[in-house]
């Protein structure tokens, strides 16, 4: 399920449609090498996931790298969750106010109160079942959103030929050599490639595949990660490029900064059933929800549990531990981090600049990213590396984002050179392997041979609970897809309604597999 949502969200249908909208197929880049990451994962890699047998990635990195790294990792990480959640902030609100017409800035303090709001009254809604429920309704309303703007140029063949004939037709292949700030270029295809490659196959991604049944569940999941991510790319882009196609002057004439960025929702707007848009709100905001929601819950629950003893040890204080105090600290913390992450969203919409919200995501991820996501890439495929080798390839990637910075590099030679100098300082690492602690080749033999002994799932785990997920599930799908049937009673045109009718049917079908998938189970 969270596979399957990792690739429909705010981020899709914001950030990559501006992609789309300003350089056609060089989006497809993105989900390309994400699909070849899964097929990496699908033979073998997501089964090591699931055989590290842990709860949290976090595990994974103290196993690897020692306790020391892996408290550093969870702060840093608070940091960089709050940044991740402010930037998903601001892509909503900018998509609302293209839908509704809300200022950015009202938007964003509104939204963040309500996130504030729901995380302190309890929680983690966004994180259970519902993650299924929202890629579904996402990925109907993207292929119904694809389909209608294909008609508006007559099909796949009017489609082409329009590109073709087009003005747009040079920034709409996939690679386009020769512009001035080398955006969309072979050193860009590259850098992007980067980035998904350590989010995907390193320790963080891979806590995906940590509460699949065994490893062979973990592949089957890895595979419909690849399925359903190349089938995704050929329908989040259509709107976007169609977009660029017939309404640019529109867009321009919209005042945004950056048109490409807004082209999702303004096709949208033009297209989809009355009702439809504020449903497709919702759905992103659920979505975005479990980001913010993480960033957080998660990140109150850590500064209770770690940082608050910490910091009493070190003023030489008793910590409490009485319940109701540590309560108060914790969403007394939340707050904090609700008002940092607000004030992070405003910043990003008063400085994304012209290029875009998806350079603005890139350039954080080079610079900060990178040195976080290569040592947890790095580390699980390289073995014979001291524990201190996740140190150094953070250090020298955090030193050359500084130097690169500082040179006001672009973003993807900035990923290009932090690449390859964190890349460097790990293996050199590899020249110390002798000098390493018998404990610590120990304790690194016992890691990777765990990783790949299979899980057996009735003595390390017990009974499976499939059919009740199923089932569960499928009430859930099917209930969804009533109340979608229940748009039919709006004021909508019979073509209009066709498509309303479309969508539900497709929520309905899925909800009523899985209801059967568990029956059929609970046969069994």
């Not at 990195?61 to 608070?78: A, E, K, L, M």
């Not at 707050?335 to 400085?351: D, E, K, Q, T, W």
């Not at 309604?497 to 059929?520: D, E, T, Y």
Request: hydrophobic content about 55%; glycine content about 10%; proline content about 3%.
């Amino acid at each position: 399920m969270s596979l399957l949502m990792s690739g429909i969200s705010t981020q899709t249908f914001i950030a990559n449609a501006g992609v789309a909208y300003n350089a056609g197929f060089s989006v497809w880049w993105i989900y390309i090498v994400n699909a070849l990451c899964g097929l990496v994962l699908a033979l073998g890699v997501a089964a090591w996931y699931r055989q590290a047998r842990v709860t949290t990635f976090a595990e994974i990195v103290r196993d690897r790298f020692g306790p020391s790294f892996q408290q550093f990792f969870t702060y840093y990480n608070i940091i960089w969750l709050v940044i991740g959640g402010s930037i998903g902030l601001y892509m909503l609100a900018l998509f609302a106010n293209t839908a509704f017409g809300f200022p950015v800035q009202f938007t964003i303090v509104g939204l963040g109160v309500i996130v504030l709001f729901y995380t302190l009254t309890g929680g983690n809604w966004a994180v259970l079942a519902a993650d299924f429920l929202q890629s579904l309704v996402l990925f109907s309303m993207a292929a119904l959103m694809a389909i209608l703007c294909l008609q508006e140029l007559g099909g796949i063949g009017g489609f082409l030929e329009t590109i073709r004939t087009s003005a747009a037709a040079a920034d709409f292949r996939m690679i386009t050599p020769g512009r001035e700030d080398g955006l969309y270029g072979i050193e860009w295809l590259i850098g992007v490639g980067i980035i998904q490659v350590y989010a995907a196959l390193g320790m963080q991604g891979g806590q995906r595949f940590f509460s699949c049944k065994d490893g062979r569940e973990a592949q089957k999941a890895a595979w419909l990660y690849v399925v359903v991510g190349l089938i995704g790319m050929t329908l989040y882009f259509i709107p976007p490029m169609v977009a660029r196609l017939t309404a640019s002057a529109e867009l321009a004439a919209m005042g945004v900064p950056s048109p490409g960025d807004i082209s999702y929702a303004f096709m949208a707007l033009k297209l989809l059933p009355f009702g439809f848009v504020p449903l497709m709100v919702v759905a992103m905001f659920s979505a975005q929800m479990s980001t913010m929601d993480t960033a957080l819950n998660a990140n109150a629950a850590l500064f209770v549990k770690n940082a608050y003893p910490a910091l009493m040890r070190l003023a030489k204080k008793e910590p409490r531990t009485d319940h109701k105090f540590l309560l108060a600290i914790g969403r007394l913390f939340t707050v904090v981090l609700g008002i940092g992450l607000v004030c992070c969203a405003l910043y990003f919409a008063s400085n994304a600049g012209e290029k875009g919200i998806f350079e603005l995501t890139f350039r954080i991820n080079a610079i900060f990213g990178i040195p976080l996501l290569m040592p947890l890439f790095l580390g699980y495929f390289i073995r014979k590396t001291p524990l201190w080798s996740g140190w150094a390839c953070l250090g020298a990637g955090l030193m050359a984002s500084v130097i690169c910075t500082i040179a006001d590099m672009p973003s993807f030679r900035l990923a290009l050179i932090n690449s390859g100098v964190g890349l460097a300082a790990f293996l050199s690492t590899r020249l110390f392997w002798n000098r390493v602690p018998e404990s610590t080749h120990t304790q690194l033999t016992k890691f990777f041979t765990r990783l790949h002994t299979p899980v057996n799932f009735d003595e390390e785990v017990g009974e499976a609970n499939d059919a009740q997920q199923l089932k569960l599930i499928g009430i859930l799908a099917l209930a969804l897809g009533g109340f979608i049937a229940l748009f039919l009673l709006l004021p909508n045109v019979a073509s209009a309604r066709l498509n309303i009718v479309c969508v539900s049917g497709a929520v309905l079908l899925v909800g009523a597999v899985l209801f059967g998938l568990s029956k059929r189970k609970e046969q069994h």
